[in-house]
């Protein structure tokens, strides 16, 4: 069985710098296609980034290029996002998600395994 597990929220200033982990366990995730996606509160869930496990190819929602970095440790079965110069607006549950497409996909309904979400909240 599948398990995505995130780890790393927490309460921040604007400004500053979080890590988000996820560790996927429950089968080989070779060919897979790891994303991050955020909810903020009365909104719908949206991507943030995602990961090609294999050679590491990314993409990223635009209000987050130049700020947020995605990659994996596939020793360890591990997916980041690396969150620098934090803005009010990027406070939402910061979700992990796994597609067996084998492709950069951005949409929600394309990923079939996620994880329990870690909450990302950024104070002025």
């Known amino acids: 069985q599948v398990q995505l597990v995130e780890s790393g929220g927490g309460l921040v200033q604007a400004g500053g710098s979080l890590r988000l982990s996820c560790t996927a366990s429950?089968?080989?995730?070779?060919?897979?296609?790891m994303g991050w996606f955020r909810q903020a509160p009365g909104k719908e869930r949206d991507f943030v980034a995602a990961i090609r496990w294999n050679e590491g190819r990314t993409t990223y929602a635009d209000s987050v290029k130049g700020r947020f970095t995605i990659s994996r440790d596939n020793a360890k079965n591990t997916v980041y996002l690396q969150m620098n110069n934090l803005k009010r607006e990027d406070t939402a549950v910061y979700y992990c998600?796994?597609?067996?497409?084998?492709?950069?996909?951005?949409?929600?309904?394309?990923?079939?395994?996620w994880g329990q979400g870690t909450q990302v909240t950024v104070s002025s």
């Open positions: 998600a796994a597609t067996r497409a084998g492709i950069l996909v951005v949409a929600t309904t394309a990923y079939d395994y």
């Open positions: 429950g089968r080989t995730f070779s060919g897979y296609v």
